[in-house]
């Protein structure tokens, strides 16, 4: 989620393109209750691939590590392969890679209004409530990633709406220079005032309020912006009437390891609706996650219940960045399931009412559950992470049990759910 900086450099000389916002006036059909977070599994959306000749011109954005040169063997970024079986024609991108049968391998484009479409219908199918659309606030004053940005937002506002899910904007300030966060602010007041977001049949109510979600406060990696920069936006949200969700530390009640110590970041969380710590490599098995959340997760809801605060844990798949760090490949694998559920049981018995699985498409890290395949590109060397041999909508089907279960309506047993079967 941090590698959104050297692209922004890349391609600041962009221009931008793109129709003025204004409300959604698309159909809007029936499905889940947008009006509140609580008993919903909510995913993490990216929308951050782009590809050559899908006619926005930024290249292969988080396909290669080079977006302007030939995504190829030696240019890669991914560790997943997607499944583009069901896409049309039309939605598909040819590579410099092969399958092993001498295919072009293809890819998808985020910029395609069909391929977002689609990624929201399979939400639908398959029982997952939403999504966090993640706009990387580096990006807002660039205007060809701005341009990109606001056309993958239309397309998730569009299907969220169509497919009966919710969405809601989910800021990260990853990137931002000291000074910068009011750009947040800013934005945000275009996307309420001109886009009228907050007003779609969709868009995600928590408490009466509208949901938007910063990511990325009080975490000590020197983020150059501050705390009283996030505070200050913070006010503003919620004297715009909003319910602020934030993206924290894994350690942020204690102040250590991954959080800042700093008595100021308290206060500031303290102002939340929603706290979601960040746990995506702070374990890596079955075991290690069921004892983290009895030793973090039962007391961060304790702490939040205190001060009338919700709190949004978050579960992963799996992890591997071994094209784009060279580190191990299935760095933490997800054992056909085993890991992600342990995560999803162990968030139910903190006594947690809602869950964010991170990600829905973020192929670059190995986090994604949408549709990916086993038949992944051969030769010259590429390494590529299959599912193992299990159908590519597994992990979809997982994510949708995980949502029954945490609502009660089957049981929360540590062995994976019946009918799950491949």
């Known amino acids: 989620m941090f590698r959104h ?8 000389w962009v221009p931008a393109f793109g129709e003025e916002w204004g409300p959604y006036d698309g159909p809007s059909n029936p499905g889940v209750d947008p009006s509140t977070l609580t008993g919903k599994v909510m995913t993490g959306y990216q929308g951050w691939f782009t590809c050559e000749g899908d006619r926005d011109d930024l290249g292969w954005i988080h396909w290669a590590k080079n977006p302007f040169r030939p995504f190829e063997p030696g ?8 499944d583009v079986s069901e896409l049309s024609e039309f939605e598909r991108y040819p590579t410099g890679f092969h399958h092993a049968d001498g295919r072009v391998a293809e890819v998808f484009s985020s910029a395609n209004r069909e391929t977002v479409l689609r990624h929201f219908e399979w939400m639908r199918d398959y029982g997952i409530d939403g999504a966090f659309v993640q706009r990387f606030a580096n990006g807002l004053d660039n205007p060809g990633l701005l341009n990109q940005k606001n056309k993958v937002l239309r397309h998730c506002r569009e299907g969220a709406n169509r497919a009966g899910r919710t969405y809601a904007v989910m800021y990260d300030l990853s990137g931002l220079k000291k000074g910068e966060v009011a750009r947040v602010s800013q934005d945000w007041q275009i996307l309420r005032e001109q886009a009228r977001i ?10 009466g309020k509208p949901v938007i979600s910063i990511w990325g406060i ?9 705390l009283a920069e996030c505070a200050e936006l913070v006010d503003f949200l919620k004297a715009d009437g909003c319910a602020v969700m934030l993206g924290i530390p894994t350690w942020w009640r204690d102040q250590t390891h991954d959080a800042v110590a700093d008595p100021k970041l308290h206060e500031l969380l303290a102002k939340a609706d929603i706290l979601s710590p960040w746990t995506v490599g ?8 069921t004892r983290h959340a009895a030793k973090f997760w039962t007391p961060d809801v304790a702490w939040c219940g205190e001060r009338e605060i919700d709190f949004l844990p978050v579960v992963y798949p799996g992890f591997s960045w071994f094209n784009l760090h060279g ?8 054992l056909g399931g085993k890991f992600l559920w342990s995560q999803v049981i162990g968030a139910k018995r ?5 869950i ?10 190995g986090t994604a559950i949408f549709k990916c395949t086993n038949d992944v590109p051969v030769g010259d060397g590429v390494q590529f992470l299959g599912l193992h041999g299990l159908p590519s909508d597994f992990y979809l089907r997982l994510t949708g049990f995980g949502a029954r279960m945490l609502r009660g309506e089957i049981p929360a047993t540590d062995e994976l759910p019946e009918g799950l079967e491949p």
């Open 282 to 289: 702070r374990y890596r098995t079955p075991e290690e996650a």
């Open 75 to 82: 240019n890669v970024s991914v560790d997943l392969w997607p």
């Open 218 to 226: 009080g975490f000590d990696d020197d983020r150059p912006y501050t």
């Open 327 to 334: 580190d191990e490949l299935d760095a933490i694998p997800r």
């Open 350 to 354: 903190a006594g947690a009412g809602m």
């Open 198 to 207: 907050t007003e779609d049949p969709a868009y995600l109510h928590h408490e």
């Open 356 to 365: 964010y699985v991170a990600m829905f498409d973020e192929v670059d890290e």
């Open 5 to 12: 900086v050297l692209f922004a450099l890349l391609i600041a």
